[in-house]
Structures are given as structure tokens and as C-alpha cells.
């Protein structure tokens, strides 16, 4: 399978995006010196010089007496360089350097997670600044206080937060250290279950620090719900927390026994103080608290398959028995030598294969996607069935559960070595009844046919007519169709209506998948705004490239709607709705970690920067916090027409809304020729889709 996992954030093709952070290392004889110049010189500077413009954003972390500061320019480069040289000139500082900074982003879970992080980063800075400035008293209490409020956002049951504390005891491991006290670990067990912050704590004072971390915490949960982590959510939470540690200047030992203690309240404690509530969850779930750490490294195959189809069971990806059944039957381990088990089983894509200039080309998709299009797909005993993009081969094994006995399953590959990867993987798990081809899948495999079931993965930019003349009567394909040249991609259940119309009523998947190679390969267009910005069109729509390479050279322009939504919300198809209402043209914005940290560009993390242009003008899809877990909708626009667009813009989420936000979208594919492409059809060379709402 070809999934990409930052496929509504990927550069366009041979394009790197370029980083504006800059990074400055002021070296100090102590630790002690180095604070007292962060507390007098830095934090009044710094908090200055982004009141002012002259900075973006910054943040910084601590290497003993070395703090590395990350900062992100504003639009006066000339008053940049006035800044670095005034806050460089300190008798206090030993030694300057400014090496390239390079962001962890895979650490940290992604592009997307990546910027979730330099907002934290830069919010939790400009705090602990201002805190050390105050004297900065509590600060172990603090850090316990500020990482419980972010995992607890991200959806973590308390002992799954137990979990957290155990790897970032394992990462600040200090052999001689003594146990925790009994006292530690009372004090610790009074700050992980507080509901509320003292009268007098200095996140009373300043509540804005707890929400930037109860914020993060939610994003980071919302994008893990979506599969889009690059690393399983509590390695991404872990890592936060030494980070927090660091900017706070908690020691290495210190964090260890902060960390050992909450493990101990975690696991060994038996109960937990009256009234304790934890955020986003039911009174069932704070008490499931295990009787002992869990290391995966524990577990059996067998102990993390059935690991896995639990989550997947509980967020609603398995709805069937006999899709659940396939999935704890399947050993995925045969299919990935040389992956380690606990990454085997995780809910992230697996990338088996790039190109030379590291692009995914082949993966093992993630699991919750492969459960939702078997799911659509319905394959049942005895059907004849056809997968084009066979990659690791298990996919292929799942569909021969689901047609046991007396079906068949034929996959294909465009690679050789793909090919032979998926067959070697089959033999070793023992699915004997399932055919491997290695050729171009747009072609299908016209010897076999006809297929009672289709199943596509990869992102597709027609339905071929191999597809159509192989599928059979009454048969049902599902394909991640790119439904705008923008990229924007469902993946639709078509069922077959008769020889020349296919019909999808059921509720596609929102995905991104790597596209098709070989002869139906498709290449997106896409416009450049700036260094780590591009706008994502249709060319048919004859955009003024010019103009929009200029759009972001005027100021923005703001417009919101009283629209409140959730994450939870389903509304995952205003971006299609929007395609298929609006009469500007559409495109999708593709906006990097640099370009939203600095606020050049602030699209909502939902619906891939979806957008509408004219001439020289775009306006896009935002969201403002209104109160916890709830934002404002509205429209962001840059360009000489910014208003106007931005009016019309919030004037179709005012429809949209008042339509009662539409999410059922009902597409009919026809094949080419049959019928004449009317107004508002989506014309390929051998189908003709009508979408409506």
C-alpha cells in the first residue's frame, strides 16, 4: 500500500522547503550565570523584540551551561541582526555560535506535529522567562503540573500517562540514584491528579501557560486519531516532557526521580484521591490503572496483534466480526523482516521503499486505513478479487481471510522487488490462494476477470478502463480517487449500477495516498508563494500564476464566521463541498512548519489547506480558539482583493452551515462517452464523476 502520511503537506516535487529559524548558542561559565542573563537580559529582549515584529517566534533549550536559542525572524531582517548583536553583547557570555538548526521534526511526530511543537516551544519560553524573571521558585512542581496537562489533552488514560513517565524515566536513567521517597511520591500523586491550580500557583497567574500546553496536547491527540504521527503519541509526548524539563532547568536526576515516582503513582498505587476527574474521559477510564509497567518489549506477536485490534476496535475502524477476526489472524511480522515487533504493531504507515530523493514509493499503510477500506470494500467468502498495489503482501493476506473458503485474491505491483517482497511474505505466512503480478495495475489483469471486488491503493487520477470492463455485475471498487488536480483525495465505495455507471452513497474516507505510477501517473500543479509556501491548483482553472506567486506580498486579511466546531465534529468533507460549491476556482495550500510558525500562512489543521483564488488573491479555511476543544471557523485571505474573497469565502460557510453542514457527499462515475460532461462535472479521460451533496 502507498499511503502517504503528509500527503496534504508535502513540498512539490523537487522542492525542498527552506527553514527561516535561526540558531544562536551562548555559552556561559555556569549553569547559574547563564540563568541570571536569561532572567535580566534575555527574557525582557526577546519579549520585546517579538512585541515589536522584530521576531516571530523563538524558544530555547539548555546544554549545562549552553543555551541554544531558536529564532524565527520577523519582517525587518535589518532589526534582526540589531537584536542578535545586542543580546550577544554581554560580558557573561563566554563563547557565540550559530550553527544551522535542524528540527527534529520525525522526533516530534511530523511536519504538522512539528509545528505544534514550535508553538508550544515558543509559548512555554516566553513563560519560563518571565517566571525566571520572577524569581523562578516550584519549578519541578511546574513541570509536573504543565507535562500532566498536556498528556492528559492528548487523550491519555492515566495509565497509558504512566507510560509516558516510564519512558521518560528510561531516558534520564540514573543507576546510583536512590529510589523516591514516600513523601516524592505523595507530593507526586497530589500533582497528577490535580483538578485545578492553586490560588497562588503561577499557572493561576497566568493561565495562557496551561492552555498552550492543554492546546498541543489536543492537536498532537487529533492528529494520532488521524494516523498522521510519524511516532507512536506517547514517544511524541515523552519527548515533549524532556524538553519541558530542559527549559525549565530541571537536572537529569531530578527528572528521573520525578518521572520513577509518577510511574510508581501510576502503577502501584491503589487508589486514586476523591473527585479526581481526567479531562476528555469517563470515570470507567481513570480507573483503569494497571499493577504493573508494561515493556513492549514483553509482548508477544501475538500480545501486540491483539493490542492493536483492540485500539482499532474501540476507535471505530473494525465494525465487522469478520474483518476484526482477519486482522488478529494476520501475522503482520511476516510481512516486515527486519522491522521490530512493537513497530510492526503500531498504527503508523511503515515506509518499505523511496525514490533517491527520499519520496515514499511503497509502504505498509496504516492499520486503521486498512481496516476502513476493507470495511467499505464488504469481500466476502468465495469472491474473486483484485488488488492493485500489492507492496508488503498483507493486505493481500487479509483479503484471502475474508474470502475464505473457495475465494482468490490476485494483487499487483509495478516493481519487481516489490513484487517479490509480497510473494516472499505470502509464502512464509502461508496464502497459497493468492496470486502476485508484477505489471501496471492501471491495466489490471484482464486474464482473471471478472472481479466481484476491486481494491485500489494508491491515489488514483481516473477509473481506468481496465477497471471498468474487469469489474463485475453488481461488483463493488474502492479507490482513493484524486478528485481535484490539487491533490484532494476520498477513497469512494462505487458500486456497480450497470456496464457504463458506477454509484458511491456510503461516506468516504478522507486519506492521501502516494499516486499511481506507470501509465496512469498524474502530476499535481501547484504554484510557488514563498520559500516553504505553495498554493495547489487545478491548470485547467488558467490561474494567474504571476499574480499568485505576489499573493502573500500583501497584508492578510481576517473574517470569521461565530461557526463553532470541534475535532470531533464531522465535517471532514467541507474541503470537497467546498470544491463543488464555490465558484472560484479551488486549491490547497501547502504551508510548512516555518511558514506557520511565523504566521505567513495559518490554514486549519483540518481539511489540507483548503482555499479559493482569483487573480491574484487567495483566501483560506482558519480556525481561532473560542474556548476548550472548540474553534471559530472562518477565512484568512492575502492579495488586492483580500476582502472581497474573504466575504465570499465566509459567506459559503454561512450556507454550509446553514445547510446543516452537509457531509454525505453522493458521487456518480459514468464512463466516458456515454453521457455529454456537463457544467460542474469532473472530466478524466475514462470517467465522468458528478459529486453532490
Known sequence: MDLDPEADTEAPPGVAPVSRWRQVNLSFASWRAAEEYAATRLAPALAAAEDNGVLAAFWFIRKTETWRLRLLPGGQLNQFYVLLADITADDRIRDVMEPVYRPEAYAFGGDHAMTIAHTLFHADSRHILGHLAA????????????????????????SEQGDVWHQVAARRHQPQAPTPSPGLIAAMQRLL???????????????????????????????????????????????HILFLFNRLGISAADTWHLATAAVHVTFHTSTIPPGYHLAGTT???????????????DFSAADLREQLVTTLKQRGHLRSARVEQAFRTVPREWFLPGVDLETVYTRRQIVTKRDPTGAALSSASSPSLVADMLEQLDPQPGDHILEIGAATGINAALLAELTNPGGTVVTIELDQDLADG???????????????????????????????????????????????????????LVVPLRVHESGLTRCFAFDRADPTTLVSTTAPLVCGFVPMRGAAEHTDQHVRLDTDAALKLDANDQPDRAALARALCHARYERWTGIQVTDDDPIGHLDLWLLVNASKPFGRLRAGDTARTSGLLTPAYRWAGAAIYDG????????????????????????????????????????WDSAGRPNQPIVTAHRTGTRPVQTGNISRPDTIL???F
Do not use: M
Not at 466 to 474: D, G, I, M, S
Not at 626 to 655: C, F, M, R, V, Y
Open 690 to 692: 458528478t459529486i453532490s
Open 283 to 297: 470515570d470507567s477510564r481513570v480507573k483503569a490503572v494497571k499493577n504493573s509497567p508494561a515493556d513492549p518489549a
Open 193 to 239: 491528579t490535580a483538578a485545578d491550580d492553586a490560588p497562588r500557583s503561577p499557572l493561576s497567574a497566568t493561565p495562557q501557560w496551561s492552555r498552550a500546553h492543554e492546546q498541543a496536547g489536543r492537536d498532537l491527540g487529533f492528529l494520532d486519531r488521524h494516523g498522521t504521527l510519524t511516532r507512536d503519541l506517547r514517544g511524541v509526548l515523552t519527548h
Open 422 to 476: 509480497a510473494r516472499a511474505g505470502l509464502d512464509r505466512a502461508g496464502y497459497d490462494t493468492v496470486e502476485v503480478i508484477c505489471g501496471d495495475g492501471a491495466l489490471g489483469h484482464p486474464e482473471s476477470a471478472p472481479y466481484q471486488r476491486i481494491i485500489v491503493t494508491a491515489g488514483a487520477w481516473d477509473i481506468s478502463a481496465a477497471w471498468w470492463h474487469q469489474l463485475a455485475e453488481r461488483g463493488r
Open 135 to 158: 524569581g523562578g521558585d516550584h519549578r519541578r512542581e511546574l513541570g509536573v503540573l504543565l507535562a500532566t496537562r498536556l498528556i492528559r489533552a492528548a487523550g491519555l488514560e492515566f
Open 616 to 655: 491574484g488573491t487567495i483566501a483560506y479555511l482558519a480556525f481561532q480558539q473560542s474556548s476548550d476543544g472548540h474553534h471559530e471557523l472562518g477565512a484568512i485571505a492575502n492579495g488586492p482583493d483580500a476582502d472581497k474573497l474573504a466575504a465570499e469565502l465566509t459567506d459559503l460557510l454561512d450556507q
